[in-house]
């Protein structure tokens, strides 16, 4: 069955770096979008960087520049490079895969699987 699995998160301090990974299985056709959202307490689901059909990269602005997204050809991975992580970033990190029309790429609504999630903490 699909699958996604993301590891990586952790606890941290402001200004550290980390690297989530997200290992999709099971797909029978490369998906529209696959990309990252995040969840903190209370807060929606946010979209943190997708890559889409076309193999372009769209970031939320406040992400673009400390984080990027990239994908390893051979085994599919996806990877998200976090640099100098602030406090706010705090939230569960979720990978996503939208199998259909994906208009909205940073938008949770189009999106069909989700992962776990892996926890990011970081402290001041």
């Known amino acids: 069955q699909v699958q996604l699995m993301e590891s990586g998160g952790g606890s941290v301090q402001s200004g550290v770096s980390l690297i989530l990974s997200c290992a999709p299985s099971g797909f029978t056709y490369t998906p529209p979008c696959i990309g990252w959202f995040r969840q903190a307490p209370g807060q929606g689901r946010e979209g943190v960087a997708s890559i889409n059909s076309d193999g372009a990269i769209i970031y939320a602005p406040s992400m673009k520049g400390r984080f990027t997204l990239s994908q390893d050809s051979v085994r599919n991975t996806l990877f998200l490079q976090m640099n100098n992580l602030k406090p706010e970033d705090t939230a569960k990190y979720y990978c996503?895969?939208?199998?259909?029309?994906?208009?909205?790429?940073?938008?949770?609504?189009?999106?069909?699987?989700w992962g776990q999630g892996t926890q990011v903490t970081v402290s001041a």
């Open positions: 996503a895969a939208g199998l259909g029309l994906c208009k909205q790429e940073l938008h949770a609504g189009w999106y069909n699987y």
